[in-house]
């Protein structure tokens, strides 16, 4: 298995040095690099603490800073904004996948870049700098790493848009699937299909039902406009 090796590079993106390096060891441990019996050695544990500490730094930068948005807005702004795919474009962009610990197989078959798992030893690094350096060291690596992710139009509520649409055309109401549910109990993956007389069906995935639904409404919705441009 390839070791983790937290880089000169990796140390300046978390914008920490850490005074525990076994928490980062941990945090970039994939759960094919330890036994079964050593299963709390990978960045699961780590990856609950994280998502939680995400979650609040997120709702309190939002909070602050839309301070005239209802519950509903704040609630669909957070979702986007700490689901999987945001989570793994910071990896990305802080090229994490490359000191992810994990056995041979795993690399061969390009787990390292898998969206699924950059989110969550990204989560992971969070719930480690949170322990390693308290709050305000893991804040700092979620706002300067989410900040620019703000956007100042709320999101859109994709499903009341989407039925509002399929009333008006007197079709059914959209009829939402779950598909699948992967990954572990308090990480889960959702996928939800969404079907509307007339259209092909389309997938969503997130973190919860609610966020996987909003995406599908939303990606049919895309299609909708797109045929609608195309049809001029």
């Known amino acids: 298995m390839a070791p983790a ?8 993106a978390l914008g920490h040095q850490f005074r525990m390096p076994e928490l980062l060891e941990r945090a970039l441990s994939h ?9 709390d050695a990978s960045y699961q544990r780590l ?8 979650s609040l730094v997120v709702a309190e930068m939002l909070f602050r800073r839309f301070e005239t948005d209802n519950e509903g807005a704040l609630a ?11 989570l793994a474009e910071v990896a ?3 090229d994490l996948g490359r000191h992810v610990r994990m056995a041979p197989g795993e690399v061969e078959a390009g787990t ?4 699924t798992v950059l989110a969550d030893c990204c989560e992971a690094v969070i719930g480690a700098l949170y322990l390693d350096g308290g709050l305000a060291v893991a804040a700092r690596f979620v706002e300067r790493h989410w900040a620019p992710r703000i956007t100042a139009a709320p999101p859109r509520d994709a499903k009341t848009t989407l039925q509002e649409w399929a009333q008006a055309r007197r079709l059914r109401l959209p009829r939402y699937r779950t598909v699948a549910v992967e990954g572990p109990a308090h990480g889960p993956l959702f996928t939800i299909e969404v079907e509307v007389d007339g259209l092909p069906p389309v997938r969503g995935q997130g973190n919860s039902k609610r966020l996987a639904e909003q995406i599908a409404a939303q990606r049919i919705l895309d299609a909708i406009e797109e045929r609608t441009r195309h049809d001029r």
């Open 92 to 94: 990305r962009a802080i």
């Open 47 to 54: 990856e609950f603490l994280g998502d939680r500490v995400l």
């Open 112 to 115: 390292r870049d898998r969206a």
């Open 76 to 86: 669909r702004r957070h979702a986007l904004m700490v689901d999987r795919d945001s």
């Open 31 to 39: 759960s094919s690099s330890v036994g079964e019996r050593e299963a």
């Open 5 to 12: 090796d937290p880089s000169d590079a990796l140390v300046t």
